[in-house]
């Protein structure tokens, strides 16, 4: 049974100092965002646009501070970034002058002290090369980050965020920048990871059809401030023997239908006829 990585969201309020009509304001992101998140449970925030879900990821990362609330990571405090959470970003970033292998394992080297033993200088080559299998890239270790695919570039991110052991690995719309058939197979990937790894996991998309196909509990923001809006579990829709989300089963798309209902009733963003004829060029 898996122990750590119990991330607990209490109250997080975050609010942003904006200039207009040049006075200083507050713009309320977040509003009193609770969530308690289980060792090893995939949760996927969706919402639309601007309701604040980079925003909350932020904050579990130690990135930015909330205006109030608190977030734990097996009842440590967060207050800054720290080992104990791993980051995943749209945009690749991996440092450009190392090779695949030296950006995998660095950050694990900077965890080993000058004077680690062999011993624990081998058991960081062994997690590297096992994840470096794990994510495909066994022929690619020797290459630069500009000799990869998109593809490629997130999954040595991935093996990257993963190779000091994080209890949390957060992931921001990841796969956001890749092409349709690349993300299915990158779903694919993922999905194999997560059943071997057993990381929380806390991922940001926009893609509902992802959420579905990786989470397991699905948390829509309601935008205006950021709140919860819905909670869905992904446990009533149809699986195949390997245990992936049958994509083309009905249940899956009304599960869909259900999800995006909720994001377009929270959406501020409205594409009206009168909203269309007055930006529609004369
Ligand atoms: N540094 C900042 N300063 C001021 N406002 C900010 C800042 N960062 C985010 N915001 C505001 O906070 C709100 C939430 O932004 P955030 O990027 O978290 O939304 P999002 O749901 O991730 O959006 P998207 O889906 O479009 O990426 C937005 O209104 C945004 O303008």
Same mark, same amino acid.
């Given at each position: 049974m898996i122990s750590t990585g119990r991330v607990e969201i209490k109250g997080i309020c975050k609010s942003f100092r904006i200039r207009k009509d040049k006075k200083i304001s507050t713009w309320p992101a977040l509003d009193n965002i609770n969530l308690n998140i289980n060792p090893g449970e995939k949760v996927m925030i969706v919402g639309a646009s601007g309701c604040g879900k980079s925003t909350l990821l932020r904050l579990i990362s130690g990135l930015d501070q909330p205006t109030a609330g608190s977030i734990t990571v097996d009842r440590d405090l967060v207050k800054g970034p720290g080992a104990d959470r791993g980051v995943v970003f749209q945009q690749s970033t991996l440092f450009p002058?190392?090779?695949?292998?030296?950006?995998i394992i660095f950050s694990r080297r900077l965890c080993i002290s000058l004077n680690a033993r062999d011993e624990q200088v081998s058991r960081a080559v062994y997690r590297s090369n096992a994840l470096v299998t794990l994510m495909g890239l066994d022929?690619?270790?020797?290459?630069?980050?500009?000799q990869l695919s998109g593809g490629m570039q997130q999954r040595a991110n991935i093996a990257r965020a993963l190779v000091s052991s994080p209890k949390v690995l957060l992931m921001d719309e990841p796969f956001g920048?890749? =092409?349709?058939?690349?993300r299915e197979t990158?779903?694919? /990937?993922?999905?194999?990871? +997560? #059943?071997?790894?057993?990381?929380?996991? !806390?991922?940001?998309?926009?893609?509902?059809?992802?959420?579905?196909?990786?989470?397991?509990?699905?948390?829509?923001?309601?935008?205006?401030?950021?709140?919860?809006?819905?909670?869905?579990?992904?446990?009533?829709?149809?699986? =195949?023997?390997?245990?992936?989300?049958?994509?083309?089963? /009905?249940?899956?798309?009304? +599960? #869909?239908?259900?999800?995006?209902?909720? !994001?377009?009733?929270?959406?501020?963003?409205?594409?009206?006829?009168?909203?269309?004829?007055?930006?529609?060029?004369?």
């Open positions: 002058w190392m090779t695949v292998w030296d950006n022929q690619s270790v020797e290459l630069y980050p500009n920048a890749l =092409d349709a058939q690349t990158m779903h694919k /990937v993922v999905n194999h990871l +997560f #059943k071997v790894e057993k990381t929380t996991v !806390i991922f940001v998309t926009h893609d509902v059809e992802e959420a579905i196909v990786l989470g397991d509990r699905i948390i829509v923001l309601s935008a205006n401030p950021g709140r919860v809006d819905t909670t869905f579990t992904t446990e009533s829709v149809n699986r =195949d023997e390997a245990g992936m989300v049958k994509r083309n089963d /009905v249940s899956f798309f009304e +599960f #869909k239908e259900q999800i995006l209902s909720r !994001i377009r009733a929270t959406t501020t963003m409205r594409a009206t006829d009168d909203l269309l004829q007055k930006v529609a060029k004369d």
